[in-house]
């Protein structure tokens, strides 16, 4: 648990492929398709990745906010879909946003937990100094998930997301973070470029039973913890915005908790599981409600990894944009 | 949490009215979706996580009666 002071969230923008992919045309099962909660998604074409994604939303996200690029001092890129097993993607992207060259830039390789492990690393270097730091974070799981998965094809959308976190006196943000190497093996590509396997697997797995409770284990104390560090009251909390794993986890999860359902923002009807963007996504699709009431926003990634992290912040003042489509 | 308590978990979860304990478990009501909601209903109910391989592995409803009611 830490709180990091002189810190804020200054503004988020996501960015989603244009390709729309319904889920009543791909199954019948609509008893599936209610329980976790996905109408559509959105998924990106043969020539579209993920660095793709993140550079336009956070183009966009420059351009509406005016930002010197120069007041740029590191850019961190999330994600388990990167553009090459090296060099780090956060290094090409530097090049095609034509920031400094004195810039921090690195990846870190994590997904559903990505944003709000993200937004610790940000922060921690806006506290130790640096002025702006460009958060980029996404996945396109849609190109490692086999068409025949009935898992896993049903869930994950693609998208990408830029976030700016900048200095602010009487500005904080609380974390709770932690990982549990033991269960691993619940959601992997098991596609090894360094070690022997007799598994060579190209596409993702997933055991959602382990991975379900997991989150039933894990999470109800993550969120107490994160409450009690931060000397909120959970009916003090205005949104709970939470990684969008599946809508059954979900209210699963408000009931285990004991937080009205009402306070969390869903946007995995329209978009699915957007792995590590899928709390940026959440953010700009339901900016109206933020805006209105920005303060006491909590937000909760837990999965791949096992990985989880909390970030508890207000985010008044910060430019929410729209979500773009490319 | 009594037997009958459980089985009616069960019936709920697989959307029927009733089952017995001698309900053979098959892939066709029994899919992964059926295993969450079942561990979450029993999580909701009794506060008690059960272990999803044993879940998944079940193959009567009696198996899941055992594995619930177990201390």
């Known amino acids: 648990m830490i709180k990091i002071d002189g810190v804020k969230i200054s503004g988020i923008s996501a960015c989603v492929p244009k390709s729309v992919v319904n889920n009543e045309d791909l199954t019948e099962n609509q008893k599936l398709i209610n329980s976790i909660g996905v109408k559509q998604r959105h998924i990106s074409s043969e020539n579209q990745h993920t660095m793709d994604l993140c550079v336009f939303a956070a183009e966009n996200l420059i351009k509406e906010m005016d930002i010197e690029k120069n007041s740029i001092d590191a850019v961190i890129f999330v994600s388990q879909t990167p553009e090459y097993q090296l060099p780090a993607t956060a290094c090409i992207i530097q090049d095609i946003l034509k920031l400094k060259n004195n810039i921090v830039a690195y990846d870190v390789n994590l997904g559903c937990s990505g944003y709000t492990h993200g937004l610790f690393l940000a922060s921690s270097l806006v506290q130790s ?3 702006n730091v460009l958060l980029l974070v996404g996945d396109t799981v849609s190109k490692i998930v086999e068409e025949n998965d009935s898992s896993s094809n049903l869930l994950f959308g693609d998208a990408g997301s830029a976030t700016v976190i900048a200095q602010q006196v009487d500005s904080d943000i609380s974390f709770v973070l932690g990982s549990d190497g033991s269960g691993f093996e619940s959601i992997i590509v098991d596609n090894s470029n360094n070690k022997n396997t007799n598994n060579k697997n190209d596409f993702l797995t997933m055991n959602g039973a382990e991975v379900f409770t997991f989150t039933l284990k894990r999470i109800p104390q993550l969120i107490k913890d994160t409450l009690a560090y931060s000397k909120l009251n959970k009916d003090e909390v205005n949104h709970c915005i939470f990684h969008q794993a599946n809508l059954f986890m979900l209210e699963t999860l408000a009931r285990s908790i004991d937080i009205n359902f ?7 009807d329209k978009y ?18 933020i805006v209105k009431n920005p303060e006491k926003v909590l937000m909760a990634g837990f999965g791949v990894g096992l990985s989880w992290s909390t970030a508890v912040s207000d985010l008044k003042g910060a430019i929410i944009l729209p979500i773009l489509e490319v | 949490m009594t037997k009958d308590e459980i089985l009616k978990i069960i019936a709920n979860t697989i959307e029927v009215d009733s089952v017995e304990e001698s309900l053979q478990l098959n892939d066709d009501i029994w899919d992964s979706l059926a295993i969450i909601i079942f561990i979450a209903a029993i999580n909701q109910d009794y506060g008690k996580i059960l272990d999803p391989e044993e879940v998944f592995s079940a193959k009567t409803a009696k198996d899941l009666v055992d594995m619930s009611m177990q201390d």
Request: proline letters at 4%; hydrophobic letters at 30%.
């Open chain 1, 129 to 131: 100094g640096f002025n």
């Open chain 1, 262 to 268: 009402d306070k969390f923002l869903i946007s995995i």
């Open chain 1, 272 to 289: 699915g599981n957007t792995s590590s963007a899928s709390i940026p996504v959440t953010i700009c699709h339901n900016r109206e409600k």
